[in-house]
């Protein structure tokens, strides 16, 4: 079983749905980390948790929230989902500062 | 304004021809560099930590090196199943945060 489990791995949604991407670990990271990859544009950072009571926007968090349920889950949502949230959504997690980020596989997420 | 920038964008190489991707980066205070590999429908892929200027990492056919201004992934004798993008990113301040660059997406032919 994969350390970093997100779901949906695929999602058609259409515009003003809202809509949560979930991820879990089974790795014991206390830190996890919510990315979006778009063509020509690498991976940008939406919001970050180092644990249950920390939540952090990163640089694109316009549009989007999160949960963090307990260590092992982490989600993200779309509370009126708009075209350009159009995207691979990755979950990833770390055990400390300088330490390398696991990545899940993804969630390709379409909105009509 | 942290910033990374991988080169170049693609490179297809024959098996068996040698070849280097650049990472360069220009960041406030580098905690680390790291390398990534990201096949189709998958997640990056974790391939080495750098920290310091000087520092080199391998693991089978790859090699990583660090400058204090660029990064460098040297491939030598590459096969078939290193296709793949390659994915750089450094982390700066306190946070643990990721700066990532766009990625080489390398093809190698047999």
């Known amino acids: 079983d994969a350390d970093v489990t997100q779901t949906p791995r695929n999602r058609i949604t259409k515009t003003g749905k809202r809509i949560m991407l979930e991820c879990s670990q089974t790795?014991?990271?206390?830190?996890m980390y919510w990315y979006r990859q778009d063509p020509g544009l690498g991976l940008r950072l939406i919001y970050y948790?180092?644990?249950?009571?920390?939540?952090n926007k990163g640089e694109i968090s316009d549009g989007y929230s999160v949960s963090r349920q307990a260590q092992a889950k982490f989600s993200l949502s779309l509370e009126s989902a708009i075209p350009n949230q159009t995207a691979l959504y990755f979950c990833?997690?770390?055990?400390?500062?300088?330490?390398?980020?696991?990545f899940g596989d993804g969630t390709r997420l379409s909105i009509l | 304004e942290d910033q990374v920038t991988q080169s170049p964008e693609a490179l297809r190489l024959q098996e068996g021809e040698s070849s280097s991707l650049n990472c360069s980066y220009t960041?406030?205070?580098?905690?680390?560099l790291f390398w990534y590999r990201q096949d189709p429908g998958k997640g990056p892929e974790f391939l080495f930590t750098l920290y310091s200027a000087g520092e080199e990492k391998e693991k089978e056919r790859l090699k990583a090196t660090l400058t204090k201004k660029e990064s460098f992934l040297h491939i030598t004798a590459p096969k078939p199943e290193d296709s793949a993008t390659y994915l750089c990113?450094?982390?700066?301040?306190?946070?643990?945060?990721?700066?990532f660059g766009q990625g080489t997406t390398l093809q190698v032919k047999p």
């Open positions: 960041v406030s205070g580098l905690r680390g």
């Open positions: 790795k014991g990271h206390d830190r």
């Open positions: 990833a997690t770390s055990v400390a500062r300088n330490q390398p980020q696991h």
């Open positions: 990113a450094v982390q700066t301040g306190n946070t643990g945060k990721l700066i």
């Open positions: 948790s180092f644990d249950v009571k920390d939540i």
